[in-house]
């Protein structure tokens, strides 16, 4: 499958996903562990089944996703995605994309070119943001588009472990954005990759 069809793809199952209702499909089991504030923290095992830019015949490994997410965040098995977790119509995602970028920089120019092809009426609305996720270089970019005649405004996360690129997939639509923006730098602030 060409990289465009795999983004589009991954943005409308996140749209239906975080408006759907509870039925998905069987995803990675969590295991419940007990964080230092007493909250329930859940571990998402995947196998992310992904190559390295520089091995397209890597095998398969896993990685872990420890997360404690704020009140009201649903949990939803997918296929495909190591964490997926739903408030409010908003969406949550871990997945391991197949940029196929060296570097950060390479990876979002990427995206920004297939996103501005596949979807309608797409801003991107600040300049890409370097930040630190779990102790790891990351790229921020956020930007609106319009899916199914409803406005969206995603945050997309780009980070490398190992040689492979994962993104963090932070979407609501417009109107509700704002107000679910504490819990989006919460789950930010407390990912760990393991």
Known sequence: ????????LMLLIIVVAGCGGEDSISGAEPSEITNKEGNEAIQE??????TTPEDKNSSAKDVSVVISPPDGWERVDSLGFLVHYKKSGATFIVKEEPYSGKTLD??????????????????????????????????????????????????????????????????SATENYETLAPDFKKLLDEIRFE
């Open 1 to 8: 499958m060409n990289k465009k069809f795999l983004m589009v």
């Open 45 to 50: 095992k995947g196998n992310s089944g992904g």
């Open 106 to 171: 390479d990876v979002v120019q990427q995206a920004k070119e297939i996103f501005e092809k596949s979807f309608d009426k797409v801003q991107f609305l600040d300049e890409v943001e370097d930040i630190i996720v779990d102790n790891k270089n990351a790229k921020k970019l956020v930007f609106s588009c319009e899916v199914f005649d409803i406005q969206m405004k995603y945050q997309y996360i780009f980070l490398f472990i190992d040689k492979d690129v994962y993104v963090i997939t932070i979407g």
